[in-house]
């Protein structure tokens, strides 16, 4: 998404780890692209970063939480540590990350969120046996924003995979070769219409997401 982003002249701010592909954008696009702390799960990264986009710009019109990735744990972690350490580092990331950018969006014209979730991501804590609410899911946690982010203005778009329990709609989003360009470039077009409520059904996670192979 950062990619096709600069692509299009557009300014982006990007928050993740120090990669060579990370480096290679900011070599290609020094002017247009800031990087910003990885660890905005931390309060005080995420103010510095948005310390870093209030010197810089001083607004920003689009914010997009990708509350989809995590990091890579050692093999002898119980799978319920990983998962909750999975779902603990997003949920803190996503309340930091909307904490500090309102003030920035609130200088917008059209300013909006787009939160982009993954199946695990998108799981329930604590109750899991009970219908999804704001205190155990983070998508509808982010529902239950919906209000006061309209009331400022800031229209809320958010991807994630349909509840069971409690479904939005009837309707049913057929499984797809999603690769992960092909979803950016699908996110970035949606963005456009200001839709509230998005669903990518992926037929093969590993297209979407290609892993390292093993060494």
């Not at 979803?183 to 992926?202: I, S």
Request: some cysteine.
């Amino acid at each position: 998404m950062a990619e096709d982003l600069l692509g299009s002249g557009h300014r982006v701010a990007v928050s993740g780890l120090d990669t060579q592909r990370l480096q290679a954008l900011k070599a290609e696009y020094d002017d247009t692209l800031l990087c910003l702390p990885a660890g905005l799960h931390h309060l005080d990264q995420a103010q510095l970063a948005g310390q870093q986009l209030q010197a810089r710009w001083g607004a920003v019109d689009t914010l997009i939480v990708d509350a989809g990735t995590c990091e890579y744990l050692p093999t002898d972690v119980p799978t319920n540590e990983m998962f909750d350490q999975i779902l603990t580092t997003n949920w803190q990331a996503c309340e930091h990350a909307l904490a500090v950018a309102l003030p920035l969006l609130a200088r917008s014209e059209q300013p909006r969120i787009m939160a982009v979730f993954s199946r695990y991501s998108a799981l329930q804590r604590y109750s899991p046996a009970q219908s999804p609410a704001g205190h155990n899911s983070l998508p509808h946690w982010l529902r239950e924003q919906r209000k006061a982010l309209a009331d400022l203005g800031v229209q809320l778009t958010i991807v994630a995979p349909p509840s069971t329990k409690a479904p939005l709609t009837t309707a049913q989003a057929l499984p797809e070769l999603w690769t992960a360009d092909s979803a950016a470039k699908e996110l970035l077009d949606r963005l456009q219409t200001r839709q509230a409520e998005l669903v990518l059904e992926v037929l093969d996670p590993a297209l979407l997401w290609p892993l390292p192979e093993p060494r």
